[in-house]
């Protein structure tokens, strides 16, 4: 198996399961939304490659106002894997192992539909994304055909995410650490655009936080658009913050730990105006979460209440300068397996489903919620574990 050697000057450690890695069009490596375990040592590969441009960086790449990659004509994309990724000879490299996407929460972008195949490389790692029409994708008019996309507000365009490990995987993590790197060709198979990351995979596996849009038909539930003070779940037309929760694989291999998909049900976030009303105090050991707690209700009695239920995580807002009065919190119900919201996902990838609303502060601006789970849940002191960040824009 082949392995790409990295710069020294390009490494940064930032712990297990931590992107250590990355330069030109790849921001990170994310566990990807349908995985419980994917970013595990030893499991299989369950990954969400973030593309980013010169223009928008990270984050930014997400905001469905900037374009997305496409395919140059006559031009191929390859998504190479090398470090420890390991090649499962018994699954081939095609569309069921490999699904590129706009925006996050994903839309997929299907071969079939948007016109590309898949297969190998030159490499024996290396996905290979070959258009179906000579003219290539142009990625101004790359869509997907999620049935909820019509419905946006302002449409997702071009290639922003490789989901890796989709419908089957192709690859373990074998060792410490992999890398993934995405390559542009045109005609003359000259590189147009590339980049790579790595990241160092989970000693452990732990609860998973991760964005979907299962409950609205895929439609895109980031970088929604409301006025300041009010509410992205509540105001016209807008929909909840929705997450997908996976609690922590107890698997004892590779295939236990792939088939595994319990979620995490009476999860809700208790925001800090309410910590305060009643009471509690957060503990030095959570204040980073000044601005609320994910709490599970573990009497069973629909609330929650951080003094006797278990703190499983908390929230931080990132905000415009002066801004206040932002929130996040539960929408009445807390988080439910995922086949209660939505049947035919639900069966086939299980989790738990977990609805939040945000509300904008007094500043016009960009809003960024976060929400972190503990890596052991209930033990105040494990550090932070997965989380996501969903971008709210206040006019």
Not at 72 to 86: C, H, K, L, N, Q
Not at 88 to 103: C, K, N
Not at 159 to 177: C, D, E, P, R, W
């Amino acid at each position: 198996m082949k392995k790409l050697m990295l710069p020294l000057a390009c490494l940064t450690l930032l712990g297990a399961g931590a992107p250590v890695w990355s330069e030109g069009i790849v921001s990170t490596i994310v566990n990807a939304p349908l995985s419980a375990t994917g970013t595990v040592a030893g499991t299989r590969v369950g990954i969400n490659v973030y593309l980013q441009n010169d223009s928008a960086r990270g984050a930014d790449f997400m905001d469905p106002n900037v374009v997305g990659y496409g395919i140059p004509a006559g031009g191929t994309m390859e998504v190479i894997m090398s470090g420890d990724y390991e090649r499962d000879w018994d699954v081939g490299l095609s569309q069921a192992a490999i699904m590129l996407v706009t925006g996050t929460p994903q839309q997929g972008l299907p071969g079939k539909a948007v016109g590309y195949t898949v297969g190998d490389g030159d490499d024996e790692n290396t996905f290979l994304i070959t258009p179906s029409d000579a003219a290539g994708i142009d990625a101004a008019k790359l869509m997907s055909p999620a049935p909820g996309a019509k419905g946006d507000p302002v449409r997702q365009r071009g290639i922003k995410v490789v989901h890796i490990g989709f419908q089957q995987s192709a690859f373990l993590n074998s060792g410490a650490t992999g890398t993934v790197s995405v390559v542009f060709k045109d005609a003359s198979g000259n590189i147009v655009s590339e980049g790579s990351s790595s990241i160092d995979f989970l000693d452990a596996a732990e609860p998973q936080i991760l964005p979907t849009n299962f409950p609205d038909k895929r439609r895109n539930h980031n970088w929604q658009t409301v006025g300041t003070g009010q509410t992205v779940g509540e105001a016209e037309g807008t929909l909840p913050l929705t997450y997908m929760v996976y609690g922590k694989s107890d698997g004892a291999d590779a295939a236990s730990h792939y088939a595994f998909k319990a979620g995490m049900s009476g999860l809700g976030v208790v925001p800090a105006s309410d910590i305060a009303s009643m009471g509690f105090t957060l503990p030095d050991s959570l204040a980073r979460f000044a601005d609320g707690l994910v709490v599970q209700d573990s009497n069973g009695d629909g609330k929650l209440d951080p003094a006797t239920d278990t703190i499983v995580g908390g929230v931080t807002i990132s905000a415009p300068d002066g801004a206040s009065g932002q929130s996040l919190q539960s929408m009445g119900n807390l988080s439910v397996p995922t086949a209660d919201v939505a049947a035919k996902p639900g069966k086939r990838w299980g989790g738990a489903m977990m609805k939040l609303s945000f509300t904008a502060g007094s500043t016009a601006g960009k809003y960024r919620a976060s929400v972190t789970l503990l890596k052991t849940p209930g033990d105040l002191s494990s550090g932070d574990g997965s989380t996501y960040t969903y971008t709210v824009v206040a006019n």
